[in-house]
């Protein structure tokens, strides 16, 4: 069995995102790109606007099991976003998920370094796969996971209730270390 490193606790850094342990100095910067987008939350599970902000910033705050981190761009010098590792378990499963970016850093590649950062750390920490867990209604983000080159494995029907209380769909999708690392050494190659 492999002895998992823990996957919170350290400042990630790839390009221009840096990932900081999330911490009370993150909520106000963080509620301000939270409203940047006031649309996408109705696609999420939880809502990070107005009165629901606290409440949700609160909960990402807690377990040491679901390391949560602010997305910070060098660039621009300012949080722009949230993301977080949930259920490792002891078999080398992880997944990546509540990621929410400002709509200032969309389009330009920042995701994918965000999402490349995160898969190396993971894989790095002893972990053998990471899956995604989607939202069948987010495009967007649908389309995100596929290019880094993870493989639907199935939608689980109605599985989760979100704050609107919609029933939503998920789309799962798992990317395995091999395929990462055959993935990363061709991108090198090219």
């Known amino acids: 069995m492999t002895d998992f490193q823990p996957l919170g606790g350290t400042v990630l850094t790839l390009g221009r995102v840096v990932l900081e342990p999330l911490a009370e100095e993150h909520l106000e910067p963080l509620r301000t790109a939270c409203a940047a ?13 107005g009165q629901h902000f ?29 993301t977080r590792y949930i259920n490792p378990d002891p078999y080398g499963v992880v997944e990546i998920g509540n990621t929410y970016i400002s709509p200032a850093v969309r389009g330009i590649g920042f995701n994918n370094q965000l999402k490349r950062l995160m898969l190396d750390h993971a894989f790095a920490c002893g972990y053998r796969k990471v899956e995604f867990r989607v939202d069948t209604r987010n495009k967007r983000s649908i389309a995100a996971v596929l290019k880094l080159g993870a493989q639907q494995e199935g939608v689980l029907r109605k599985n989760r209730v979100t704050w609107t209380g919609y029933q939503r769909d998920t789309a799962v999708f798992g990317l395995l270390r091999e395929d990462w690392d055959d993935r990363e050494r061709q991108s090198q190659q090219n």
Do not use: H, N, T
């Not at 987008?37 to 109705?42: N, P």
């Not at 949700?56 to 910070?72: G, M, N, T, V």
């Open 37 to 49: 987008d006031q649309d996408v939350w109705e696609i999420y599970p939880v809502c990070m606007l």
């Open 54 to 82: 606290d409440v949700s910033a609160a909960e990402l705050l807690l377990p040491a099991s679901r390391p949560c981190f602010a997305i910070i761009d060098k660039k621009l010098s300012q949080v722009v976003g949230m």
